[in-house]
């Protein structure tokens, strides 16, 4: 058990409350693809990998921003780095629409990851800026609670993508080799048309936000200086000096992967599994998957009051491994429950993970925020190589890759989360100035 302290400070409400809606807009991105996967694979006749294109195109966007992303943060602070990022997001989004009418995969893949880079600056000022709003002892629940909004948007943007999204027509190979070249193009038209509207009312979403935080004074929070070195004098080589950020890399690397693995393919996993399920009927399960990580996040951060965080995030990536072992080696309704109920146990794991790895960084806060956000690029690797074993074996056995992504994420909740020493921040300020940041 551990001793609760406030969630924050009454002069940090006002940008708490503010910053936290921006863990609800990015969701929009993470859980649409899980959408536009199904979506895509019918709309052009995708194999599962290259349907998994989707993910590669936008956690990659993820990947290849967070660092410059950070460098940004050093210079212009978190206000204009969160305006930045809301536009850019917005430029991606709005590219929707030419790439609906040409109907074109590799322009949807473009507009994916150019949105994918703003919301990697969001990510990069966000989280950190939540984490330093407040007691550093309640960081973690902090960013839990702040969290919890990103995962009620993922239920939102679920139930609205299955909706207006998702045709609910689908057509058997043989089906579509019995059309005419007219009859196949007006079906691809169709499909393509549907993610118009949905794009073009998330543009003016991100719109009017970076209006908002525009014209809302956001105090502007320095990192704690070690020994004289502040934020700006901190360079990337001097983040190694940290084991416990180094660690944290990797078991988010691990989490992103595992989670966007298993929702990427929910709505293909029922489908097999339960054989005459039509795709809207399955979408009703990652809905109660993303249900199940609403709840989860709420409840997590409730009970992080008692309840050590590392601890907390040992006993759900062990309830993680569990399901998984169901998923891989039992049949009929049973793995596709288990598969809703990981969604309970990923709840905690991204905001835990995130404030664990920063703790004690002080002025390498910011670099190290970036290298957390760098390892999003999980989410593209694992759903690729899952989507390599459905195509060559089948969809059931992919799911050992999100298994050894748990074990991982298990040490980091055991061991692997223990803040540097007072030594290797002293190895880190002993960085020399001529490196290159």
């Not at 499909?191 to 003016?204: C, H, Q, R, S």
């Amino acid at each position: 058990m551990i001793q609760s302290a406030p969630i924050t400070e009454r002069r940090y409400v006002v940008p708490l409350v503010l910053v936290t809606s921006l863990f609800f807009l990015w969701a929009i991105g993470v859980n649409l693809n899980d959408v536009l996967i199904q979506h895509f694979k019918k709309a052009f006749g995708l194999t599962d990998s290259g349907s998994s294109l989707i993910q590669v195109a936008f956690f990659g966007g993820y990947c290849l921003a967070a660092l410059p992303a950070g460098w940004l943060m050093q210079r212009v602070g978190y206000k204009r780095g969160i305006l930045i990022g809301l536009l850019v997001c917005a430029t991606g989004t709005i590219l929707f629409i030419p790439a609906a009418s040409v109907r074109v995969y590799g322009f949807f893949l473009f507009a994916l990851f150019l949105m994918a880079c703003g919301q990697s600056v969001l990510e990069v000022a966000a989280n950190p800026y939540v984490t330093t709003l407040g007691p550093a002892e309640s960081s973690e629940r902090r960013l839990n609670l702040a969290q919890s909004f990103n995962a009620a948007g993922a239920v939102m943007i679920a139930l609205v993508g299955s909706r207006f999204i998702l045709s609910g027509i689908e057509h058997t190979p043989a089906e579509l080799a019995a059309m005419s070249p007219a009859q196949l193009l007006a079906y691809q038209v169709s499909e393509a048309n549907m993610v118009k509207t949905p794009y073009l009312v998330i543009t003016g979403v991100f719109l009017f936000v970076a209006l908002l935080i525009f014209l809302t004074n956001l105090p502007e929070i320095h990192e704690t200086s070690m020994q004289g070195l502040d934020a700006s004098d901190a360079k990337l080589s001097g983040t190694f000096a940290f084991p416990h950020l180094i660690k944290g890399v990797i078991a988010q690397f691990f989490y992103v992967g595992a989670q966007v693995g298993v929702g990427s393919f929910i709505i293909r996993f029922s489908e097999f599994t339960l054989p005459g399920t039509h795709e809207k009927a399955a979408a009703h399960y990652l809905q109660a998957h993303l249900a199940g990580f609403m709840i989860g996040r709420f409840a997590g951060s409730a009970v992080m009051k008692k309840v050590a965080a590392p601890h907390l995030l040992s006993l759900f990536a062990g309830g993680s491994v569990l399901c998984l072992l169901v998923v891989l080696f039992a049949s009929g309704t049973a793995p596709v429950w288990a598969i809703v109920l990981i969604g309970f146990f990923h709840s905690i794991m991204f905001p835990t993970i995130f404030a664990l790895s920063l703790k004690n960084l002080g002025p390498y806060t910011k670099l190290g925020s970036s290298l957390l956000v760098m390892a999003i690029i999980g989410g593209a690797v694992c759903p690729w190589i899952m989507g390599r074993i459905s195509d060559g074996w089948n969809i059931q056995r992919a799911f050992v890759v999100p298994l050894i992504c748990h074990a991982y994420v298990f040490y980091f909740a055991m061991w692997g989360y223990r803040p540097s020493t007072v030594a290797n921040a002293d190895t880190a300020l002993a960085v020399p100035a001529t490196e290159v940041e």
